[in-house]
């Protein structure tokens, strides 16, 4: 069975501060990990996935398949960074179901 | 239309009543998920089409709830003798053949069942 944990709901912090949104996961196989967001009144959208190593928006996140986290980072957070996300897996190399987890609230401060 | 598109947004029904939600995907693509998602948690997915066929019909809570596709676009999702627990958003998403991972979602069907 494929699982995601985010452990807090809810992190709030003044914009400029650094931020870490935490994501630990239990899959068997080899899976694919990926963050998506929803900004307030839009729909829910990709962010990133760990395949592509790429920083969107700021933002990065490491595979760490020793700990099975997919940490969410940014060292300098943004007041428009304020949104709810969730962390998400899906088996690799498999059109197959995304398994999501329960998600945590960003607020960012002015 | 460019996105994944529900209707209706907001739907309001007597328990025990039967429901339809209409999701109409991203041109072209050939996956299809419904997710429904309760207060304060993440979506929970209930099936996935690849085509007509339902690939994945393993989250679905149980027979009162049903969907299809019958012609690989439009799907519509049944609730049969609806409960008040089914109230929830019931997401729609779309994904493009090989193109493992990224959904592209609609703005989902808010269901209220009184």
């Known amino acids: 069975a494929q699982r995601v944990t985010q452990p807090e709901k809810l992190l709030s912090v003044f914009k400029g501060a650094p931020v870490e949104l935490k994501c630990n996961y239990s899959?068997?196989?080899?899976?694919?990990l990926f963050w998506y967001v929803q900004y307030s009144r839009q729909r829910l959208q990709l962010l990133l996935r760990h395949i592509s190593r790429e920083s969107i928006k700021g933002f990065t996140a490491d595979l760490n398949k020793g700990e099975t986290s997919f940490h969410l980072k940014k060292p300098f957070a943004q007041e428009e960074d304020s949104a709810m996300y969730y962390c998400a897996l899906s088996p690799a190399g498999a059109n197959s179901k995304l398994t999501f987890g329960k998600g945590i609230t960003l607020s960012v401060r002015p | 239309g460019a996105g994944v598109s529900q209707t209706p947004s907001n739907k309001v029904t007597e328990k025990g009543k039967y429901v339809e939600l209409r999701c109409d995907p991203i041109?072209?693509?050939?996956?299809l998920y419904w997710y429904r998602q309760s207060l304060g948690q993440g979506p929970e997915f209930l099936i996935y089409?690849?085509?007509?066929?339902?690939?994945?019909d393993s989250g679905l809570p149980n027979d009162r709830f049903f969907a299809v596709r019958p012609e690989g676009s439009v799907s519509t999702l049944k609730i049969q003798r609806t409960e008040r627990g089914d109230s929830a958003v019931y997401l729609c998403?779309?994904?493009?053949?090989?193109?493992?991972?990224?959904?592209?979602f609609g703005e989902g069907s808010r269901l209220t069942v009184l």
């Open positions: 089409f690849q085509g007509t066929g339902a690939a994945d």
């Open positions: 899959y068997s196989g080899s899976p694919e």
């Open positions: 041109s072209g693509h050939t996956a």
């Open positions: 998403a779309s994904r493009s053949s090989g193109n493992t991972g990224e959904l592209f």
